[in-house]
């Protein structure tokens, strides 16, 4: 028993009386980068939705009933196609009346030209009197104005009676229709409902972006641009910058930019959701880290520094350009400077650490 006592007090306290050693934690590991000025190579990700080049409603320009419709919906035309003719037999009557006014007024005209003639041979026989003659000559002037004004009036007709046969005004492909056979239709552009086709130019779209204030400038006409989108997942579809507003909104402080997609084979189809990706390239060398270095904390971002100690020193920088992955530290760091990647919430000034560089 006082055997057993013993080797329990030598187990408690430690042989000879001697205190148990302390277990002493190693330092945690932590992967560190090494800070160096470099021209970042970036991408720029903005959505947007495709619109087709020209997209247009056609309305009807003469008043009538649809006698009779040529293309539907998905249908290609060409410019110049006939889409729909129109019965409008106002305009027809007009047009012949017209035509009829125009016909007695030349051969008043006639009358006044052969009469204006004889009235000249009587007066260099001193028959008539030279007051008689001026008139027949104003009169003849009248009669000549007279079939000018009727021309102007078949003229005007005839145009629209050839308003009764809508035309593709350019080719495309007919996205909407909005009329039946025996429908009245009128030249009402004023009417949100009185269109009769939709027709979209989808050989090329357009895709319009608001690039941010600070990538703005090194967007630019003729830049290449990359088209990504979920229903083609291993595909990109190539586009290019084609105009920018060269102006910043006041309010969103964003820059409008025109992107033209080449859509020969109709691949892509207007109202797309896209994902246009900038490959931007900076010009002015600056210190790029990776964006997980960075720490945010109520005053200002942090990054964890390691000095050739291994201890941790926590500093304050400024950043510039996010370029996604990257960012653009404008103060507190040094080219050469080691700096932990990833780190915890809970590090702290002076901690010791196993640094290791990283594989990334």
Do not use: C
Not at 178 to 207: C, F, I, M, S
Not at 327 to 353: C, F, H
């Amino acid at each position: 028993m006082l055997l057993l006592a013993g080797l329990g007090l030598i187990n408690r306290f430690g042989l000879l009386g001697q205190k148990p050693r302390a277990t002493i934690a190693s330092p945690p590991t932590v992967a560190y980068i090494v800070a160096h000025h470099s021209k970042p190579e970036s991408e720029m990700v903005l959505p947007g939705t495709l619109e087709p080049e020209r997209d247009t409603a056609l309305y009807a320009q003469a008043t009538g009933y649809v006698k009779q419709w040529l293309v539907d919906i998905g249908a290609d035309v060409h410019q110049g196609q006939l889409l729909l003719v129109i019965d409008s037999p106002e305009v027809d009557q007009n047009l012949a009346h017209a035509q009829a006014a125009l016909a007695s007024a030349k051969a008043n005209w006639q009358i006044a030209i052969i009469t204006l003639k004889r009235s000249r041979e009587l007066l260099a026989r001193q028959f008539l009197a030279q007051q008689t003659v001026d008139d027949q000559e104003a009169l003849m002037q009248a009669r000549e104005a007279e079939v000018h004004a009727s021309e102007a009036d078949v003229r005007r007709y005839q145009e629209l009676k050839d308003f009764e046969r809508v035309v593709a005004p350019f080719s495309g492909r007919i996205t909407m229709r909005n009329v039946e056979k025996g429908q009245l239709v009128n030249p009402n552009t004023a009417d949100p409902k009185g269109w009769l086709y939709h027709l979209a130019a989808l050989d090329r779209l357009r895709l319009y972006v608001n690039v941010p204030q600070n990538q703005a400038r090194y967007v630019h006409p003729q830049m290449s641009v990359t088209l990504t989108l979920s229903e083609f997942p291993k595909r990109e579809f190539q586009g290019q910058v084609y105009l920018t507003a060269g102006a910043l909104d006041p309010q969103s402080k964003t820059m409008l930019t025109e992107i033209l997609v080449p859509n020969a084979h109709h691949e892509l189809a207007s109202g797309s959701y896209v994902e246009s990706h900038f490959p931007l390239k900076i010009d002015d060398p600056a210190i790029i880290v990776p964006s997980n270095v960075l720490i945010i904390r109520s005053d200002g971002s942090k990054v964890a520094l390691l000095d050739e100690h291994g201890v941790v020193h926590l500093k304050t920088v400024a950043t510039g350009r996010d370029f996604g992955t990257t960012v653009e530290i404008l103060s507190g760091l040094q080219d050469g400077d080691k700096v932990i990647t990833n780190p915890s919430d809970a590090i702290q000034e002076g901690a010791r650490v196993n640094p290791q560089p990283s594989k990334e």
